[in-house]
Structure formats: structure tokens, C-alpha cells
């Protein structure tokens, strides 16, 4: 960087007596906007009068040695420092800018500064201790690094501001960068990684509100369901009419066929229950049928009363075996056998033999 020195060159003796001495305009360069020149006569570094039409005349043009052009405008001037990181393998980038401008010419010729970014990065190196805010940060944590290098630069210009002798500097700000492209690759990934995760989540959060829909509408019965799907036009109006009449006498078949079963099983637990009654009532008639005292009359009412006052089958060979007669010892003159009974109906003749 050429600045503020522009350009340095050698001018040769002028030769000659004092009233026909001139430097030809050729020695001396043109000056571009914001610049002077600063000649050197002997030891002594002089500006050519600002503002002076240049004159090849001039004493200290003809007696100079040297001339140097300076530009006396003010620039923003960037200097960069690298910082380390966390890991050897990154490292980062601070670039400091600075506002300068010359204001003694002379001093900066004869200092020769033609680039004024080396004294400048040799004040950035001069602060030991602006590598330890980066030390402790990962190249992924470069916002942090930028924050506190800024504070840093602040607060160093203010106690130790840059001076470069003949010109005013002053710290404007402080900017970190990733010294690779690794940085730039590694936030495009996550940037990425993020994007893809973000659109998956707005699919599953629109498939979880559609399902939330869907079992709504599926609640509210095939009705509804089949209406809005006639409104949306996915289901066929003399379709879905086939349907529901088909599903109501599918239906009807289905409740008629439950209720005759219904039916045909309480007529079956009936007729189960009869029958077991009736095979008790036989059971105990025939384990009467060996008793020797029974009361024939209180057996035949409880069993009428059982039986609904219908005859049981097989009633009659019971009684028949038993011969509504008492077992028991025969009285004396009367067979032992058994009583006397009408021949036809089976009955005792004397109501005497009733009576033990």
C-alpha cells in the first residue's frame, strides 16, 4: 500500500550559473490530487508552498536531492492480526481499521513511510493480551470472539492510542473473521441440517393436525363422512346412497336374526327347565316308591302345583309302582302283599285301610 508516500525519485545536480539554472519539468513528477511535494535540500526535508504554482525555478527545486510526493488526505486504513483458537487446527483473523491523515509532510518524508499498515500492525502486535480472548473459543464461536475483541481494542487505544510521527490515527473498529472457509462450510451444514429438520417438523406437525381432522370427522359417524366427501367431491352421491341402504338392511337382517336367537334360547332354557323339574319330581317318586309312611295326598298336590296342574310323563308308571298305596306291615286277616284295590280304578274299597 502506497500510502503516504506516494513515490520517491532521485533528482540529478543541475548544472549551470545561478541565473541560468532550471530544472526541466520532466525531473520532477506530476502531483495527483491531495498530494505535495516534499524536496530534499542538503539535510533538510521542505514542502513545496501548497497552493504555489509549481516553478522549475525555485531554489529548493533546483538544490534538491530528492523529491518525495505525499499524499496529505485523510484514508481508512485496515490492518489484520491473526488470533488463535481453542484447536490448533483453526485459528482466527482480526482486521482494525483506522482513520490517518497526514499532517506533517516533511516528517513523513523523511521517514519514508510508504506503507503506513506496518507501523500500524506492529501497534496491533504490541497489545500481548488480545490473543487471550480468542484462546478459550472454538472457531464455531466467533460472534463471542468479534464482542470481546472489540472490547478489547477499545480499551487498548484508549490507554496506548496508535501514534505514527507526522500523521494523526485514530481506532475506528475492530472485525473478527474465520481465517478458512471451513467456518463458512461448517454454518452452510448446519444451516442446512436446520432447514431440512424444520421442514420434517412442519410435515409431521401438518400430518398430526390432518390425522386430529380426520378422527373428528370419522367420530362424528359415516353420515358425516360420506358428506363431506360428496361436498369435496370424492364420493359419489348414488354410491354412497347404495351404501347406507345397504348397510341398514344388512343391519335390520342382523337385529332380526339376534332377536330370534334371543327367543329360540329363552324357549330352549324353558323347556330345560321343565324337563329338569319333571326329572326331579320322577326321582323323588320313585325313592318314595320304597318309603314305608309317605303322604301320597301333600306329594300329589306339591307335584300338581309343579307341574302347572298338567300331567308329568311317566307320572303314572311311578304311581302305578308305588300303588298310592303305604309300604308297611299288613294288618291281621289281609294279605301282606299289598291292600285291596277297585279293580277298576285301583283305589281302596274302605276307608278304614287309609288309617294305620
Not at 367431491?233 to 332377536?259: K, N, P
Request: hydrophobic share 40%.
Amino acid at each position: 500500500m502506497n500510502y503516504p508516500v506516494i513515490a520517491e525519485h532521485i533528482l540529478a545536480t543541475v548544472q549551470g550559473t545561478w541565473w541560468s539554472r532550471r530544472r526541466r519539468r520532466d525531473d520532477v513528477p506530476p502531483l495527483p490530487p491531495g498530494a505535495v511535494h516534499v524536496f530534499r535540500v542538503g539535510g533538510n526535508y521542505r514542502t513545496f508552498p501548497e497552493g504555489m504554482v509549481f516553478d522549475p525555478s525555485h531554489p529548493d527545486v533546483l538544490d534538491a536531492s530528492s523529491v518525495s510526493i505525499v499524499d496529505t488526505r485523510a484514508r481508512l486504513v485496515d490492518v489484520e492480526r491473526p488470533l488463535p483458537s481453542v484447536s490448533e487446527a483453526d485459528s482466527f483473523t482480526m482486521r482494525a481499521s483506522f482513520t490517518c491523515q497526514v499532517t506533517d509532510p516533511t516528517v513523513i518524508a523523511r521517514q519514508g513511510i510508504i506503507d503506513v499498515t506496518v507501523p500500524l500492525r506492529a501497534y496491533l502486535m504490541g497489545d500481548s493480551d488480545l490473543p487471550r480472548v480468542s484462546a478459550g473459543h472454538r472457531v464455531e464461536e466467533i460472534n463471542a470472539v468479534r464482542t470481546e475483541a472489540g472490547h478489547r481494542m477499545t480499551a487498548y487505544s484508549a490507554i496506548v492510542p496508535p501514534r505514527v510521527a507526522g500523521m494523526s490515527v485514530e481506532f475506528v473498529n475492530a472485525e473478527v473473521y474465520a481465517s478458512s472457509d471451513d467456518l463458512r462450510n461448517w454454518e452452510q451444514k448446519l444451516r442446512d441440517e436446520r432447514r431440512s429438520w424444520e421442514l420434517r417438523k412442519g410435515q409431521r406437525d401438518f400430518e398430526t393436525q390432518d390425522a386430529r381432522r380426520i378422527a373428528e370427522l370419522l367420530a362424528q359417524g359415516s353420515d358425516h363422512v360420506d358428506a363431506f366427501g360428496i361436498a369435496r367431491q370424492e364420493i359419489d352421491v348414488t354410491a354412497a346412497a347404495a351404501r347406507i341402504h345397504r348397510a341398514t338392511a344388512e343391519e335390520s337382517a342382523r337385529r332380526h336374526q339376534a332377536e330370534t336367537e334371543e327367543r329360540a334360547h329363552a324357549r330352549l332354557l324353558e323347556t330345560t327347565d321343565a324337563q329338569l323339574r319333571r326329572e326331579m319330581l320322577l326321582t323323588l317318586l320313585r325313592q318314595a316308591a320304597g318309603s314305608e309312611y309317605v303322604d301320597y295326598h301333600q306329594m300329589l298336590d306339591q307335584v300338581l302345583r309343579e307341574l302347572g296342574g298338567q300331567s308329568a310323563p311317566g307320572l303314572g308308571a311311578a304311581a302305578d309302582t308305588a300303588r298310592m298305596v303305604e309300604s308297611g306291615q299288613a294288618r291281621p286277616g289281609r294279605p301282606a302283599a299289598g291292600r285291596e284295590h277297585d279293580p277298576q280304578g285301583g283305589f281302596v274299597k274302605d276307608e278304614d285301610d287309609l288309617v294305620d
